[in-house]
């Protein structure tokens, strides 16, 4: 079955309704390799802000023949989350994702698939609103539209990184991070993997914004998660996990800065164009 670019933007949301304790966020936060007692220590619990991304989480849907879509070649392109409060340790929360946009970059590129996610509390006030980029490389070429994709936010390139924090990654990362609910076996299965075109499972692109994220809020924000409030990034590469991530920060005002991360080992670029806001002491 082939993509059908109406059918997919006119598809009922996928609704996700979700327990959060602590020992869900407690998981979250060993996935993307935090070791602060305050975010793993059940007495003196926070919620990362990254843990956004999967919050009312659907899945990996591709794999739904129903879209269409070749999921073997689905890779994360970009990804954005707004918050609006506080992320909770406990309660119930419900996501609502969308498919709320298509481009067609042709068939040697593929599609752009924008799906964009409200997630709110028990009393119904807005949590955050997630937007994840997809670059569906087997599927382009149907005609579609390929402007308007949204612009990524430039780095400065004329000067140096203010700001530049060292954190590695743990050889079973993708194994741990994978029970936060993507499953997709890119993470796992080496077969799967090498059909991809990777030497070997690939760290999850959103625990290596996980990671990206604990270092901005060590860099600007005294590691108060409370205080973050977007971060946007473009993925360029993927890591492997047990490598190291390095990631430059340049301050851009008042609460607002620009990143990019690297990968150490392969002097390897992962993550580019990133825009983090955040409440200033």
Same mark, same amino acid.
């Given at each position: 079955? @082939? #993509?059908?670019?109406?059918?997919?933007?006119?598809?009922?949301? !996928?609704?996700? +309704?979700?327990?959060?304790? =602590?020992?869900?966020?407690?998981?979250? @936060? #060993?996935?993307?390799?935090?070791?602060?007692?305050?975010?793993? !220590?059940?007495? +003196?619990?926070?919620?990362? =802000?990254?843990?956004?991304a999967v919050l009312g989480y659907p899945g990996f849907i591709w794999r739904d023949p129903s879209l269409g879509v070749t999921w073997e070649k689905v890779?994360?392109?970009?990804?954005?989350?707004?918050?609006?409060?506080?992320?909770?340790?406990?309660g119930e929360i419900v996501g609502v994702s969308r498919f709320t946009a298509l481009y067609d970059k042709g068939p040697d590129k593929g599609v752009i698939a924008i799906l964009e996610r409200a997630v709110r509390d028990a009393g119904g006030d807005l949590l955050c609103i997630v937007t994840s980029?997809?670059?569906?490389?087997?599927?382009?070429?149907?005609?579609?539209?390929?402007?308007?994709?949204?612009?990524?936010?430039p780095i400065p390139d004329d000067r140096p990184a203010e700001l530049a924090l060292e954190l590695p990654t743990a050889p079973n990362l993708a194994l741990i991070y994978r029970r936060s609910g993507d499953l997709n076996p890119l993470h796992?299965?080496?077969?799967?993997a090498r059909k991809s075109g990777f030497e070997r499972p690939i760290l999850h692109g959103l625990a290596t914004y996980g990671v990206v994220g604990r270092?901005?809020?060590?860099?600007?924000?005294?590691?108060?998660?409370?205080?973050?409030?977007?971060?946007?990034?473009?993925?360029?590469?993927?890591?492997?996990?047990?490598?190291?991530?390095?990631?430059?920060?340049?301050r851009q005002g008042d609460g607002k800065a620009a990143f990019r991360a690297w990968c150490v080992e392969r002097n390897r670029m992962v993550l580019n164009n990133g825009l983090v806001e955040y409440v200033p002491v």
């Amino acid at each position: 079955m @082939a #993509l059908d670019p109406t059918k997919l933007l006119h598809r009922l949301p !996928y609704v996700v +309704r979700q327990v959060i304790d =602590p020992g869900y966020c407690i998981l979250y @936060a #060993l996935g993307v390799g935090a070791e602060d007692l305050e975010f793993v !220590y059940e007495d +003196r619990l926070k919620s990362l =802000p990254t843990m956004a991304a999967v919050l009312g989480y659907p899945g990996f849907i591709w794999r739904d023949p129903s879209l269409g879509v070749t999921w073997e070649k689905v890779v994360l392109a970009e990804h954005s989350i707004v918050i609006h409060k506080p992320l909770p340790t406990v309660g119930e929360i419900v996501g609502v994702s969308r498919f709320t946009a298509l481009y067609d970059k042709g068939p040697d590129k593929g599609v752009i698939a924008i799906l964009e996610r409200a997630v709110r509390d028990a009393g119904g006030d807005l949590l955050c609103i997630v937007t994840s980029t997809t670059m569906l490389r087997g599927d382009g070429g149907y005609g579609g539209a390929a402007e308007g994709a949204p612009v990524p936010h430039p780095i400065p390139d004329d000067r140096p990184a203010e700001l530049a924090l060292e954190l590695p990654t743990a050889p079973n990362l993708a194994l741990i991070y994978r029970r936060s609910g993507d499953l997709n076996p890119l993470h796992i299965d080496p077969d799967v993997a090498r059909k991809s075109g990777f030497e070997r499972p690939i760290l999850h692109g959103l625990a290596t914004y996980g990671v990206v994220g604990r270092a901005l809020m060590s860099a600007l924000m005294q590691n108060d998660p409370t205080r973050l409030t977007r971060m946007d990034a473009r993925f360029s590469s993927p890591v492997y996990p047990g490598e190291t991530i390095r990631t430059e920060i340049w301050r851009q005002g008042d609460g607002k800065a620009a990143f990019r991360a690297w990968c150490v080992e392969r002097n390897r670029m992962v993550l580019n164009n990133g825009l983090v806001e955040y409440v200033p002491v």
